[in-house]
């Protein structure tokens, strides 16, 4: 069983990946300033950083390694290549990010809102383009297409226990606004990200074509044998 995508352009992918590892780098920068946690493997990541002597963007990188071997047996080559790319690039960009941005003074709220909604926004355009951050994002992309379970439900999920167990190494205060941050990155997924909306579909072997319309070239189908 395999996942078909809509075609895009070498070019469109290039341009809309480094746009999105931009976008969310940003925003992991925006969480850094309050040193603010996230979900998924990044939250793992960052709460890695506190407790062995690796920096974020390596650790970033190791942690979604597990999780290519579900994009390339259950969504796609190119999804895969995709996603190991984007994952690449936004470990080398948040590394780097702070050689190009100074932030003196944000307001905790203002960089917790603001970072979430940064980096929903990239993980849009990843997914619009056959790429995720890797990790439960795979996971969560793989349980949508074959189960009609809301990505951004599942990542809300996933972001509250891992968030909940950091109660245990940060303070209440600072867990709080990571709450928040989360709530805000997971609701714009769920609200843009629905089944049979910027989606993949599978396609089995009794399926071997599926018809499409072409002026919906901006939805994805998702149809499961």
């Not at 080398?92 to 603001?114: D, G, K, Y």
Request: proline letters at 2%; charged letters at 10%; a neutral charge.
């Amino acid at each position: 069983m395999a996942v078909n995508f809509p075609t895009h352009r070498f070019y469109e992918d290039v341009l809309a990946l480094f746009c999105a590892g931009v976008l969310v780098s940003f925003g992991v920068v925006l969480f850094g300033t309050h040193n603010l946690l996230t979900g998924g493997t990044a939250g793992i990541a960052i709460i890695g950083t506190h407790l062995v002597d690796l920096n974020f963007g390596l650790l970033f990188f190791l942690v979604n390694l597990p999780f290519y071997y579900i994009a390339w047996t259950q969504l796609s080559k190119r999804f895969t290549i995709n996603t190991f790319i984007s994952v690449t690039m936004v470990s080398v960009m948040t590394e780097q990010m702070q050689n190009l941005i100074n932030i003196q003074s944000i307001h905790p709220i203002f960089a917790t809102v603001a970072g979430g909604m940064l980096i929903g926004v990239g993980l849009l355009i990843m997914f619009r383009h056959k790429s995720s951050l890797g990790g439960l994002g795979i996971l969560a992309l793989y349980l949508q297409n074959k189960f009609n379970i809301r990505a951004g439900n599942f990542g809300l999920l996933v972001d509250s226990v891992i968030l909940t167990s950091s109660i245990f190494i940060f303070s209440i205060d600072l867990v709080i606004l990571s709450v928040i941050g989360a709530i805000t990155l997971n609701l714009l997924i769920a609200v843009n990200h629905k089944p049979g909306r910027y989606q993949a579909y599978v396609e089995s072997k009794k399926t071997k074509t599926i018809d499409k319309d072409a002026t919906l070239e901006e939805e994805l189908l998702g149809v499961i044998d």
